[in-house]
């Protein structure tokens, strides 16, 4: 009984959670429903906004900013093996 109910539990809970979310979201539009103009505010609009914003001003980054980042740490890397390399290597075994 007990090991039935622990395999069927994230059944359970994933259809709590479904509810739930289902619940809010149905609760937020009756709320903007009911009264859209304490909804519809410059605030709101500001609060909306600044993640879109966030989010298109770094697409470019992302395009040309990481690569060329990621390409100057190639070239210091490959500037240090190149260093290490051409320092004489210490006879540490000798016969």
Do not use: C
Request: aromatic share 16%; no cysteine; net charge positive.
């Amino acid at each position: 009984m007990l090991l039935r109910l622990v395999l069927s539990s994230p059944k359970i809970f994933s259809f709590i959670l479904a509810v739930y979310g289902l619940f809010l979201i149905v609760f937020t539009f009756v709320k903007i429903f009911n009264d859209p103009q304490s909804f519809t505010t410059l605030d709101n609009l500001r609060a909306f906004a600044l993640p879109v914003l966030l989010t298109l001003a770094y697409i470019p980054f992302l395009y040309m900013g990481f690569p060329r980042f990621s390409g100057h740490k190639k070239w210091l890397i490959d500037k240090s093996i190149q260093k290490r390399t051409n320092e004489k290597v210490p006879i540490v075994f000798q016969e």
